[in-house]
């Protein structure tokens, strides 16, 4: 069975950067496609970023648009977050998951295997 697991997360200023990895043991990753979501406290899972398993379909949710990157290594069996420009509405646990079929990438419901989630805070 894969697991997923989040690292990378931390506590940054305004403006700066951190890059998130999300790793799979067990099994490897593909196919299956990827998708990284944030949930800051008191509001729902939102949808961040989405990479298809071949790296052929990427989508980002607006708010991230410009500043973030979302890539994957299959060999590593590791996606990777880079998340530049970092604001405090950003702050938030940071989820990856992987399903094998992805019609809608916004969707939770959409994946089938969720890691456990990274902290990222941005302070002013």
């Known amino acids: 069975q894969v697991q997923l697991q989040e690292s990378g997360g931390g506590q940054v200023q305004a403006g700066g950067s951190l890059r998130l990895s999300c790793a799979a043991s067990?099994?490897?990753?593909?196919?299956?496609?990827t998708g990284w979501f944030r949930q800051a406290p008191e509001k729902d899972r939102e949808f961040v970023a989405f990479?298809?398993?071949?790296?052929?379909?990427?989508y980002y949710a607006d708010s991230v648009k410009g500043r973030f990157t979302i890539s994957r290594d299959n060999a590593k069996n590791t996606v990777y977050l880079q998340m530049n420009s970092l604001k405090p509405e950003d702050t938030g646990l940071y989820y990856c998951?992987?399903?094998?079929?992805?019609?809608?990438?916004?969707?939770?419901?959409?994946?089938?295997?969720w890691g456990r989630g990274t902290q990222v805070t941005v302070s002013d």
């Open positions: 990479i298809s398993w071949k790296g052929i379909n990427i």
């Open positions: 998951a992987t399903g094998n079929i992805v019609p809608e990438p916004q969707r939770t419901d959409e994946y089938d295997r």
């Open positions: 067990g099994r490897t990753f593909g196919p299956s496609h």
